[in-house]
Nanobody, 116 residues
Framework: QVQLVESGGGLVQPGGSLRLSCAAS????????MSWYRQAPGKERELVAA????????NYADSMKGRFTISRDNAKNTVYLQMNSLKPEDTAVYYC?????????WGQGTQVTVSS
């Protein structure tokens, strides 16, 4: 059974940091590219960051560059998202995604709220 379980979300003040984790099981994690997406209320889901199966290449949405860092530990079947300098507009549900054609898996999401 495929599972992607996100954790690490919560309430943080503007300028603060959070580290999200996504623990994967039920598939060969090291064969899959992993991504983080987010969805704010009333908005479409958008890509935050992506990382290749080996971790050798990463990609970020423009508004996250320099503030967010995606990484993975294939020995632990886990992908991370380090988020620094958080802004109120970063408030959203953050989702973990695993993809290897033709398979595409999603987690249930973790809420991140940036507010004073």
């Amino acid at each position: 059974q495929v599972q992607l379980v996100e954790s690490g979300g919560g309430l943080v003040q503007p300028g603060g940091s959070l580290r999200l984790s996504c623990a994967a099981s039920g598939f060969t994690f090291s064969n899959y590219a992993m991504s983080w997406y987010r969805q704010a209320p009333g908005k479409e889901r958008e890509l935050v960051a992506a990382i290749t199966s080996t971790g050798g290449y990463t990609n970020y949405a423009d508004s996250m560059k320099g503030r967010f860092t995606i990484s993975r530990d294939n020995a632990k079947n886990t992908v991370y998202l380090q988020m620094n300098s958080l802004k109120p507009e970063d408030t959203a549900v953050y989702y973990c995604n695993a993809v290897r054609w033709p398979y595409n898996y999603w987690g249930q999401g973790t809420q991140v709220t940036v507010s004073s």
